[in-house]
Nanobody, 114 residues
Framework: QVQVVESGGGLVQPGGSLRLSCAFS????????MGWYHQAPGKQRELVAS???????NYADSVKGRFTISRTNAKNTVYLQMNSLKPEDTAVYYC????????WGQGTQVTVSS
């Protein structure tokens, strides 16, 4: 059974930065592609960024050049560095495999507001 715990969210002003962390454990293989997703109020959950086990990354157009995904396989941890945050980045952020498994963590709230 896969377990994920996201952390690092908070309230930040536009233009600010946050670093999210995702610790995963259980029956999960480090060869899996991992992703960060977000879900804004009233909208569907969508993929923000993903990373393969060898470090190949992909980003949604809305975050390219601002967000950076990384992973530390030895620690079973995935990170999302978010810079130049915008109000439209406000959402709950989740970590999961890509494609996503049925197991989702509680997520971490990111609010970008002045």
């Amino acid at each position: 059974q896969v377990q994920v715990v996201e952390s690092g969210g908070g309230l930040v002003q536009p233009g600010g930065s946050l670093r999210l962390s995702c610790a995963f454990s259980g029956n999960i293989f480090i060869t899996w592609r991992m992703g960060w997703y977000h879900q804004a109020p009233g909208k569907q959950r969508e993929l923000v960024a993903s990373i393969t086990n060898d470090g190949t990354t992909n980003y949604a157009d809305s975050v390219k050049g601002r967000f950076t995904i990384s992973r530390t396989n030895a620690k079973n941890t995935v990170y999302l560095q978010m810079n130049s945050l915008k109000p439209e980045d406000t959402a709950v952020y989740y970590c999961n495999t890509y494609p996503p498994s049925d197991t989702w963590g509680q997520g971490t709230q990111v609010t970008v507001s002045s």
